[in-house]
């Protein structure tokens, strides 16, 4: 092992009941063995009706269990919605923020997504918050611009608590195409540039990448010194597929 252990995080969006999802745990579990020290640290995001039945299955081996949402408020006439004490007390430990599905199909804005930010943080949540450039905007060479304004927006103010960023360019999710190792690594680099500003003093914040993120190029997208980890959706449905990125944690 090198340093820290990778975050290896699976985004299941809206696959999987809770039988299909029970039975990859079955599969994965025994796959990837303990997991609570070592090289890879994993957190999986399943569907909210998964989270009470995965969450001390998870927990008993060091998984970490993420809402895929939640809402702004902590309670009240919100119907369809759900607060993040709800999430606490079935133990969810992470809330993804930012998700641009949830950006784009769900029309969550920058300041939206601050409130949401900071709702998880004051609950002693975790928040996965997402950022990431169409493909129009890198054409246009606007990725820096448009990730910096994400990252300022939707995290001002709110240093001192427990922070994951992932790096997920919206043309690369679920589309098979992966930013290149060295681009990827430009990104990261330069988000940890604006996040040490934006959190002086903070310490490391973790960055994963996100986006067609497969057990073929998991260890060398991890290789890079600004790379700490994956956030995966496609081929985290796959325990197979899921226990190689996990164990490409401990190749790099
Ligand atoms: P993908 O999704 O791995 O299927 O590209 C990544 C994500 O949306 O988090």
């Keep these: ?24 745990l079955d599969e994965f579990l025994p796959l990837i063995g303990g997991c609570g020290e070592g090289d890879a640290a994993i957190i999986l995001a399943p ?3 998964l989270l009470s039945a995965f969450a001390s299955r998870c927990q008993d081996v060091g998984i970490g269990l993420a809402a895929q949402n939640c ?7 919100f119907t369809g919605e759900t607060s993040v004490g709800m999430l606490t007390a079935i133990g969810v430990t992470h809330v993804l923020v930012g998700h641009s599905e949830r950006r784009a199909l769900f029309a969550e804005d920058d300041a939206l997504l601050h409130r949401k930010v900071q709702t998880v943080m004051e609950a002693g949540l975790v928040p996965i918050f997402c950022v990431g450039e169409t493909l129009a905007e890198r054409q246009e060479q606007q990725h820096q611009a448009v990730v910096e304004r994400q990252l300022q927006c ?3 103010g709110l240093a001192g608590h427990r922070l994951l960023v992932a790096y997920e360019p919206v043309w690369a999710i679920g589309t098979g195409k992966t930013a ?9 680099s330069f988000i940890r540039r604006v996040l040490d500003s934006c959190f002086e003093g903070s310490g490391r914040i ?4 996100g986006g067609s993120v497969k057990p073929d190029n998991a260890a060398q997208l991890m290789s890079q010194p600004d790379v700490d980890g ?4 496609g081929a985290s449905l796959v325990a197979a ?7 490409a944690a401990g190749a790099r």
């Design 1 to 24: 092992m090198t340093g820290e252990p990778k975050i290896i995080a699976g985004n299941w969006k809206m696959h999987k009941t809770l039988v299909e999802g029970q039975s990859f």
């Design 47 to 49: 569907n909210f009706t």
């Design 71 to 77: 809402h702004t408020e902590t309670a009240g006439a």
């Design 154 to 156: 939707g995290l001002a």
């Design 180 to 188: 290149t190792v060295g681009d990827a690594q430009e990104m990261h």
């Design 206 to 209: 973790p960055i994963l990448y």
């Design 230 to 233: 994956v956030l995966v959706g």
């Design 241 to 247: 597929d899921f226990a190689r990125i996990v164990a």
